[in-house]
């Protein structure tokens, strides 16, 4: 075998390590998704007004007010619209607020 120049050896370390860096930043990415499978469904109903709504997904659910707005104008065009995302153990109370306000919410 001939001799490595530093040059080669370097390029060589680095690529080890950034593909090391790449297959647990998937193996990462994989563990988020598994964790991150609960969701907050809202569905339209004939009661609440965007108005609250809109002042319910922001204070339930962290939402922007952007959010809160796109995500109430799905529910009302489409009939639903995930508000919300995450581990069950996070996701529970906020379902739970969302139907002690008077909206129509599921966690699926």
């Known amino acids: 075998m001939g001799s490595f ?20 930043q998937e193996e990462v990415d994989v563990l988020e998704q598994e964790v991150n499978q609960h969701e907050i469904v809202l569905y339209n109903d004939d009661v609440n007004t965007f108005d609250f709504v809109i002042d319910s997904l ?6 922007t007010v952007e959010q809160a ?3 109430t ?15 069950l153990n996070d996701l529970k109370p906020r379902c ?5 306000l008077g909206l129509s919410a599921e966690l699926v």
């Open 69 to 71: 707005e796109q995500c």
């Open 5 to 24: 120049k530093i040059q080669e050896i370097e390029f060589f370390a680095k690529f080890v390590n950034m593909s090391t860096k790449e297959k647990i």
């Open 73 to 87: 104008w799905l529910v009302h065009f489409k009939g639903k619209c995930t508000v919300k995302t995450g581990e």
């Open 58 to 63: 922001i204070g339930v659910c962290d939402h």
């Open 96 to 100: 739970s607020k969302l139907l002690e």
